[in-house]
């Protein structure tokens, strides 16, 4: 196999020197070998200025697609023959150039939806609202005044929308299309709601202020002017109108009556000031008064009951705010603090735990943070005749003392400034070491009597 594929390349080599001798003797430069791949580098600096301009211009010639030097018959430059001669091997499709009448379709079919972007604010139901009340009043500040669209427009704005559905032919076929696709029922509706013309008024301006009219009497009116009332106008619609005409005083036999002068009365002020106080019988309610009796009983009776149980109290909640108040005070034997409230303990024994409508405990830990996992009575912090402070754990979960483990049944020694950590709730117990010392002395006086 070796001997074979020596051979081959023998073989090779002798054909291409046959090659070569041959294109010396006719005179032509051998052809030289080379990739058709693109070899990609970096370009400098003259050279991308030269092809953002190249890319520009192209841009620029739109659908023609060939450059003009090329059409005038002017030779190309050297860079461009290497490329020619570099593409022959390869010939590259030409790309599919668009034809004018399909780039005018093209942008023909963006517009709409460009339009559609810019409808915006206008519904097909406000676009058929401000027809209707324009053909009925021929005044778009009394449409704007006197209709109700989805969204607050104001005049410049109807006017605006007004003459771009008579003038603007893209804006105009849209809003048709729209108007088109509406339910019957909203159109009923939308039509319900359409301006009185000055006509159909006059014509309401004939019944009476005095006269009591009927549904009939209005169909009768619909009846007799079908051409000048709007075609959607029910009786009852009329009846509606023309009784607030005759509130506002606008029926033809309705006069309006003047502003008094002198000395009358024009509003509620004026009439207060014109009173005299002191010509003003004061009425007495028995019935109000024995019931502010009652109230005023019950609450002397709670602050009693509040102030019985104040000496009861063994410990009090503090918020903690920026303020450095003192800790302790002459009655404060511990302080249980945490991070959003101190309990000050004030008695030799105090319970811990989680308080409920059955269960009243004397430190609260749900108000220092989530105690939806502390027992209901989850620790006793007590005090002996020594002076040595314990915490016995009477819960399900342990009490960490200092990193410690508390377990449920057992007791621990709380010194001073130890942490108490009781299901991710932290606290540290601060002892005031005065009183403590003055506890201690009495109990030694005792002992030695």
Not at 324 to 329: A, H, I, T
Not at 339 to 358: C, F, N, Q
Request: with cysteine.
């Amino acid at each position: 196999m070796a001997s074979g594929a020596t051979s081959r390349s023998e073989d090779e080599e002798s054909l291409a020197g046959q090659k070569r001798g041959s294109a010396q003797a006719s005179g032509a430069i051998p052809k030289r070998r080379s990739s058709s791949r693109f070899i990609k580098r970096k370009k400098f600096d003259d050279e991308l200025v030269e092809s953002s301009l190249a890319k520009s211009s192209s841009r620029a010639k739109g659908a023609g697609g060939v450059e003009p030097g090329r059409c005038s018959g002017s030779e190309p430059s050297s860079s461009e023959k290497k490329k020619v001669s570099k593409s022959v091997s390869t010939p590259i499709a030409p790309s599919p150039v668009p034809t004018p009448g399909l780039a005018k379709r093209m942008k023909k079919s963006k517009q709409p939806l460009q339009v559609t972007k810019d409808l915006g604010r206008w519904k097909p139901a406000d676009d058929l609202l401000l027809i209707n009340a324009v053909l009925q009043t021929n005044d778009l500040t009394s449409v704007h005044l006197g209709v109700k669209f989805s969204c607050r427009f104001n005049l410049r704005e109807i006017q605006e929308r007004w003459y771009a559905l008579l003038y603007d032919p893209i804006i105009s076929k849209l809003a048709c299309q729209a108007m088109r696709q509406l339910h019957p029922e909203a159109i009923a509706a939308i039509q319900s709601k359409v301006l009185f013309s000055k006509a159909e008024e006059q014509l309401l301006n004939k019944v009476g202020s005095t006269s009591q009219p009927t549904l009939d009497t209005f169909q009768e009116l619909l009846h007799k002017h079908p051409d000048v009332f709007y075609p959607s106008r029910t009786a009852k619609a009329l009846q509606l109108h023309w009784q607030l005409m005759k509130q506002y005083y606008l029926l033809d036999d309705q006069t309006v009556q003047p502003l008094p002068k002198g000395d009358q009365v024009l509003n509620f002020s004026d009439a207060e000031d014109m009173l005299d106080d002191s010509k003003l019988k004061d009425v007495r309610d028995e019935v109000l008064e024995h019931e502010l009796t009652v109230a005023d009983r019950r609450q002397k009776r709670e602050i009693r009951q509040l102030e019985q149980e104040l000496h009861k109290w063994q410990v009090l909640v503090d918020s903690i705010t920026g303020m450095s108040s003192p800790d302790f005070d002459s009655q404060t034997l511990a302080v249980l603090r945490g991070r959003m409230v101190r309990y000050l303990m004030r008695s030799r024994e105090i319970t811990l735990g989680r308080a409920t409508k059955d269960n009243q405990i004397d430190v609260d830990l749900a108000l220092e943070g989530p105690a939806w996992k502390i027992s209901r009575k989850q620790g006793v912090i007590k005090l002996k005749n020594n002076g040595d402070f314990f915490i016995a754990n009477e819960g399900r979960r342990p009490i960490y003392i200092d990193g410690r483990p508390v377990l449920g049944g057992n007791k621990w020694k709380l010194n001073n400034n130890s942490v108490v950590e009781i299901a991710s709730l932290r606290f540290v117990f601060l002892i005031n070491q005065d009183l403590i010392a003055l506890i201690k002395a009495e109990a030694a006086k005792l002992a030695q009597q």
